[in-house]
């Protein structure tokens, strides 16, 4: 009987971005699907994951772009998240959004990491 | 058993606390006699009650009772000897918490624009950001942690929300785009400080002249001086600055040796030019640095101080012309700055005599009306100028007086530039071409000095006008005739200069210390109201015609008296019944609608009488029946 044929692994658009390894295929599979999902969109620029420290993880732009994003974003959002609990303990930051005149920034905070997405809404 | 309990027992010591002393009511076991207050000693009172022992502890029952006058001290007129009254008391005896009002100004801020130079940092210590793999290992470890996934999972739903929200309907879009802004006619005029830009220097000197940038409005010329003839101090430095609008703190540029008392003028093409207090006008070039870019010749100068300079309207940009109080105008071109094209002498006999000119102090040229230009003098007189004149007797076309000193700002109408507004001793007046003799509108004689005058560039009926004692008086006449819109009080010194930016929101003014204020005018000041332009036409041609009236006046009583004297009286009279034929037709008109008018205040009168006087009917028949008689008649009267 043969056995399963083996599941070649996924090829990334990115090389230096790990390929998907077989066996912990399932969650990590999730999340790439998610993400490209976000940035297949209709006005998606670019999204990037920055860690609670400001290093960016995932990126979908170039690098001197997302440093600056990941920097400046994070900054901002902490900001953001200790307005809000300053004026009520009881309250979180849930989203924040920023709307320029170019584009719409859309920042989902959580406990250790961020999700950016770069969003160019149709006017 | 009874006890008597005393406010004090012997033996014991009395209570130090006074209000021990007991004033309860106690149910009185049956006919107790009555406490009787003592006057032991001269401040004791003493209260004493009775109860019995059974009843201790008992629960107070409470009852009413009469009030009793326990004690009544009466006045001891007496006392009053060991006192002196004192009439008047100056003592307050207001029981309310003393309190004091008390102002605070912040010292002034200094600030500084600094930028920040971001650098990719966070990276733990072991981790190299500059080499790939370390990176790249570190991302992976990352991505394997689970907590890692679990958030990015739940991330991505809320952001996709988010993402399909804004696809599906623009939440920012401008809804209402067709509806005007509400107008805001019922707000008072207002203004308010922006900035203050103060001299730098230890030695104030006056803000002479103040001038806008002409692109973008964000840098400000001042020119600064000493007025007092040859008084300046030494050690006085004579740098005349240019101020960036963003920043009070510093100048931005120091144009040096610019001690001008006239406009730092900026140039459609070049940069700017001002002209000095010494009689040569120069020309910097804010490119090139702080220092003179070029400096015109003394011998083919002027030769005192320079008051007025104005750019002209010219193909090359590069021409100008300055006015100064030796009586002469003259025209200079920047490239050739050495020796003035062309020369003008302010003589209004028209001949050329330097001596008989009159000293000018201000300029005014409108670049529509190219070949025309006016010159304030120091005399009052306002000259009015042909430049395109074949000989230079014909350049002076007119004169206009009514001042009692020197003009200091003269300026057209932005919107009619027939009327022009002067602004000299006392008074600020609004003139027409048209009429010679006096101008058509002016303000009331104010208390001080009126040192600077312009007109809004955007409201054909605003103008402002600055005071020695240091206030801005904001003029709308088509608001309030007698008295400013809005009069500001800037600073306590004088006020010398005012410039007014393009877009008639920020008004400038320099004060004698040398302080520049900027201040914001409220939009209602600032923006064309409706109807405003014909109203304001109106009222100059109203005001025109009416001098006009009086112009033509003035003249017949002239000629009449001319007439008088040389015996000329029939001429006269011809000309006086046919000019006065329209007054009498007036006045007739005039004298008619009064007798109307008389008589039916009358009959309303007499209506009023008829009522209450019911018994002395005969009296009022006859005089109901005089009446009847005298309304026939004015009814007669009114229908012929």
Same mark, same amino acid.
């Given at each position: 009987?043969?056995?399963?044929?083996?599941?070649?692994?996924?090829?990334?658009?990115?090389?230096?971005?790990?390929?998907?390894?077989?066996?912990?295929?399932?969650?990590?599979?999730?999340?790439?699907?998610?993400?490209?999902?976000?940035?297949?969109?209709?006005?998606?620029?670019?999204?990037?994951?920055?860690?609670?420290?400001?290093?960016?993880?995932?990126?979908?732009?170039?690098?001197?772009?997302?440093?600056?994003?990941?920097?400046?974003?994070?900054?901002?959002?902490?900001?953001?998240?200790?307005?809000?609990?300053?004026?009520?303990?009881?309250?979180?930051?849930?989203?924040?959004?920023?709307?320029?005149?170019?584009?719409?920034?859309?920042?989902?905070?959580?406990?250790?990491?961020?999700?950016?997405?770069?969003?160019?809404?149709?006017? | 058993?009874?006890?008597?309990?005393?406010?004090?027992?012997?033996?014991?010591?009395?209570?130090?606390?006074?209000?021990?002393?007991?004033?309860?009511?106690?149910?009185?076991?049956?006919?107790?006699?009555?406490?009787?207050?003592?006057?032991?000693?001269?401040?004791?009172?003493?209260?004493?009650?009775?109860?019995?022992?059974?009843?201790?502890?008992?629960?107070?029952?409470?009852?009413?009772?009469?009030?009793?006058?326990?004690?009544?001290?009466?006045?001891?007129?007496?006392?009053?000897?060991?006192?002196?009254?004192?009439?008047?008391?100056?003592?307050?005896?207001?029981?309310?918490?003393?309190?004091?009002?008390?102002?605070?100004?912040?010292?002034?801020? %200094?600030?500084? @624009?600094?930028?920040?130079?971001?650098?990719?940092?966070?990276?733990?210590?072991?981790?190299?950001?500059?080499?790939? %793999?370390?990176?790249?290992?570190?991302?992976?470890?990352?991505? $394997?942690?689970?907590?890692?996934?679990?958030?990015?999972?739940?991330?991505?739903?809320?952001?996709?929300?988010?993402?399909?929200?804004?696809?599906?309907?623009?939440?920012?879009?401008?809804?209402?785009?067709?509806?005007?802004?509400?107008?805001?006619?019922?707000?008072?005029?207002?203004?308010?400080?922006?900035?203050?830009?103060?001299?730098?220097?230890?030695?104030?000197?006056?803000?002479?002249?103040?001038?806008?940038?002409?692109?973008?409005?964000?840098?400000? =010329?001042?020119?600064?001086?000493?007025?007092?003839?040859?008084?300046?101090?030494?050690?006085?430095?004579?740098?005349?600055?240019?101020?960036?609008?963003?920043?009070?703190?510093?100048?931005?540029?120091?144009?040096?040796?610019?001690?001008?008392?006239?406009?730092? !003028?900026?140039?459609?093409?070049?940069?700017?030019?001002?002209?000095?207090?010494?009689? =040569?006008?120069?020309?910097?070039?804010?490119?090139?640095?702080? !220092?003179?870019?070029?400096?015109?010749?003394?011998?083919?100068?002027?030769?005192?101080?320079?008051?007025?300079?104005?750019?002209?309207?010219?193909?090359?940009?590069?021409?100008?012309?300055?006015?100064? @109080?030796?009586?002469?105008?003259?025209?200079?071109?920047?490239?050739?700055?050495?020796?003035?094209?062309?020369?003008?002498?302010?003589?209004?006999?028209?001949?050329?005599?330097?001596?008989?000119?009159?000293? =000018?102090?201000?300029?005014?040229?409108?670049?529509?009306?190219?070949?025309?230009?006016?010159?304030?003098?120091?005399?009052?007189?306002?000259?009015?100028?042909?430049?395109? =004149?074949?000989?230079?007797?014909?350049?002076?076309?007119?004169?206009?007086?009514?001042?009692?000193?020197?003009?200091?700002? !003269?300026?057209?109408?932005?919107?009619?530039?027939?009327?022009?507004?002067?602004?000299?001793?006392?008074?600020?007046?609004?003139?027409?071409?048209?009429?010679?003799?006096?101008?058509?509108?002016?303000?009331?004689?104010?208390?001080?000095?009126?040192?600077?005058?312009?007109?809004?560039?955007?409201?054909?009926?605003?103008?402002?006008?600055?005071?020695?004692?240091?206030?801005?008086?904001?003029?709308?006449?088509?608001? $309030?005739?007698?008295?400013?819109? !809005?009069?500001?009080?800037?600073?306590?010194?004088?006020?010398?200069?005012?410039?007014?930016?393009?877009?008639?929101?920020?008004?400038?003014?320099?004060?004698?210390?040398?302080?520049?204020?900027?201040?914001?005018?409220?939009?209602?000041?600032?923006?064309?109201?409706?109807?405003? $332009?014909?109203?304001?036409?109106?009222?100059?041609?109203?005001?025109?015609?009416?001098?006009?009236?009086?112009?033509?006046?003035?003249?017949?009583?002239?000629?009449?008296?001319?007439?008088?004297?040389?015996?000329?009286?029939?001429?006269?009279?011809? %000309?006086?019944?046919?000019?006065?034929?329209?007054?009498?037709?007036?006045?007739?008109?005039?004298?008619?609608?009064?007798?109307?008018? @008389?008589?039916? $205040?009358?009959?309303?009168?007499?209506?009023?009488?008829?009522?209450?006087?019911?018994?002395?009917?005969?009296?009022?028949?006859?005089?109901?029946?005089?009446?009847?008689?005298?309304?026939?008649?004015?009814?007669? %009267?009114?229908?012929?």
């Amino acid at each position: 009987m043969g056995g399963r044929p083996s599941r070649s692994p996924a090829r990334s658009p990115l090389p230096h971005l790990r390929p998907i390894a077989p066996g912990l295929g399932e969650p990590q599979a999730e999340v790439e699907e998610t993400l490209k999902r976000i940035q297949s969109h209709k006005g998606v620029i670019g999204n990037m994951v920055v860690n609670a420290e400001g290093i960016p993880i995932r990126t979908t732009l170039d690098n001197s772009t997302t440093v600056q994003y990941a920097g400046l974003l994070h900054q901002l959002t902490t900001k953001a998240r200790s307005t809000v609990r300053d004026i009520d303990p009881q309250n979180d930051l849930t989203f924040l959004r920023i709307r320029s005149k170019k584009h719409e920034i859309m920042v989902a905070p959580d406990k250790e990491y961020l999700l950016i997405v770069i969003q160019n809404p149709c006017e | 058993m009874q006890m008597q309990l005393l406010d004090r027992f012997p033996g014991t010591p009395a209570p130090s606390n006074p209000r021990s002393r007991p004033m309860e009511t106690g149910r009185w076991p049956g006919g107790a006699p009555h406490p009787t207050p003592s006057l032991s000693s001269a401040m004791e009172i003493v209260y004493v009650y009775v109860k019995k022992r059974s009843e201790f502890g008992k629960q107070c029952n409470f009852s009413d009772r009469q009030a009793e006058l326990n004690i009544d001290i009466p006045p001891n007129p007496e006392l009053a000897e060991q006192f002196v009254e004192r009439n008047p008391v100056d003592t307050g005896v207001q029981c309310s918490v003393s309190m004091s009002e008390h102002e605070a100004n912040t010292e002034r801020f %200094e600030m500084e @624009t600094r930028g920040v130079n971001h650098v990719e940092g966070g990276w733990p210590k072991d981790v190299n950001p500059l080499e790939l %793999e370390q990176t790249i290992r570190f991302r992976k470890k990352v991505e $394997k942690d689970e907590n890692y996934i679990n958030a990015i999972m739940q991330l991505g739903s809320i952001m996709e929300h988010c993402i399909k929200q804004n696809n599906a309907i623009d939440i920012y879009q401008e809804y209402f785009d067709d509806e005007e802004a509400a107008e805001m006619m019922d707000e008072a005029p207002s203004a308010k400080t922006i900035n203050v830009f103060r001299d730098p220097q230890d030695i104030k000197r006056t803000a002479t002249h103040l001038s806008w940038h002409p692109d973008g409005n964000r840098k400000l =010329a001042v020119a600064y001086s000493c007025l007092d003839f040859q008084r300046a101090p030494a050690g006085m430095s004579s740098d005349s600055y240019i101020w960036d609008l963003e920043n009070p703190n510093k100048p931005e540029l120091a144009l040096k040796e610019a001690a001008s008392l006239c406009p730092l !003028l900026p140039t459609p093409v070049l940069p700017f030019t001002p002209s000095c207090y010494a009689p =040569a006008p120069a020309c910097w070039d804010t490119r090139k640095g702080s !220092l003179v870019a070029e400096l015109s010749t003394i011998e083919f100068s002027h030769r005192d101080p320079v008051y007025g300079t104005i750019w002209l309207q010219s193909k090359t940009g590069t021409e100008c012309f300055s006015a100064s @109080t030796d009586g002469q105008v003259m025209w200079w071109d920047i490239r050739k700055i050495s020796e003035p094209t062309e020369v003008v002498v302010m003589d209004i006999t028209r001949k050329e005599q330097l001596e008989n000119a009159l000293g =000018a102090i201000s300029l005014e040229f409108e670049s529509t009306l190219p070949t025309k230009f006016m010159v304030g003098t120091e005399q009052g007189i306002v000259i009015s100028c042909n430049r395109k =004149a074949k000989t230079s007797a014909e350049k002076i076309v007119c004169t206009f007086s009514g001042h009692h000193g020197p003009i200091y700002a !003269l300026q057209r109408n932005p919107f009619y530039p027939k009327n022009f507004l002067t602004v000299g001793d006392w008074t600020a007046r609004i003139w027409s071409e048209d009429s010679r003799e006096s101008s058509i509108m002016w303000t009331k004689y104010h208390m001080a000095y009126l040192t600077d005058g312009a007109w809004s560039p955007m409201r054909p009926a605003v103008f402002f006008t600055t005071k020695m004692d240091g206030t801005l008086d904001i003029w709308d006449f088509v608001l $309030k005739q007698c008295d400013p819109a !809005l009069s500001l009080k800037v600073c306590d010194e004088a006020l010398f200069c005012l410039r007014v930016q393009d877009n008639g929101c920020f008004i400038a003014c320099g004060s004698q210390l040398g302080t520049t204020t900027l201040l914001e005018v409220s939009q209602g000041l600032s923006t064309l109201q409706r109807n405003e $332009k014909n109203i304001a036409s109106s009222m100059f041609e109203r005001e025109t015609r009416r001098e006009k009236i009086l112009e033509a006046r003035h003249r017949e009583m002239r000629l009449k008296e001319k007439g008088k004297a040389e015996g000329k009286d029939d001429d006269q009279r011809d %000309e006086e019944l046919v000019s006065d034929l329209q007054a009498m037709v007036g006045a007739a008109e005039q004298e008619f609608f009064d007798i109307i008018y @008389t008589e039916l $205040k009358k009959k309303e009168a007499d209506a009023m009488k008829r009522k209450p006087k019911i018994q002395e009917r005969v009296a009022e028949d006859q005089e109901a029946e005089g009446d009847e008689d005298t309304l026939e008649a004015e009814g007669a %009267e009114e229908e012929t």
